[in-house]
């Protein structure tokens, strides 16, 4: 919502003093001032409906961004399967090896 249309703040709503006329306040001059009340009221629940309907836009995507960020965050399986039959290979050879050479020795 652009801060230009809102026309009134609170503390102009509230130091806003009427001249009095014979009969009371001027009635021309409040209605004059409601006006705009009212314009401002209305332009409030504008922003307001807006607001509600961005926010909850936002709230239905955000399942979906974050579902996209842990998959671009998720390394290839067939990378992660290679490491893991690598450093099993390692391990079976230092273990085994091991065990090969004792028995021959002895």
């Known amino acids: 919502m652009s801060v230009n249309r809102i ?5 102009d709503i ?7 006329g014979i009969r009371g306040y001027s009635q021309e001059e409040v209605d004059e001032f409601l006006d705009v009340i ?9 922003e307001i409906d807006r ?7 936002l709230k239905k995507s955000t ?19 290679y490491d893991v ?3 099993l290979s390692n391990l079976e050879k230092a273990v085994f090896g091991k065990r090969y050479t004792e028995q021959e020795e002895s």
């Open 51 to 57: 607001l509600k309907a961005e926010n909850e836009k």
């Open 85 to 87: 039959l690598k450093r």
């Open 38 to 46: 009212i314009q401002d009221y209305d332009n409030f629940k504008q």
């Open 63 to 81: 399942p979906a961004v974050e579902q996209s960020r842990s998959r671009s965050q998720q390394p290839p399986t067939s990378q992660v399967n």
């Open 14 to 20: 509230l130091e806003k003093d009427f001249k009095t």
């Open 7 to 11: 026309q009134l703040s609170g503390k």
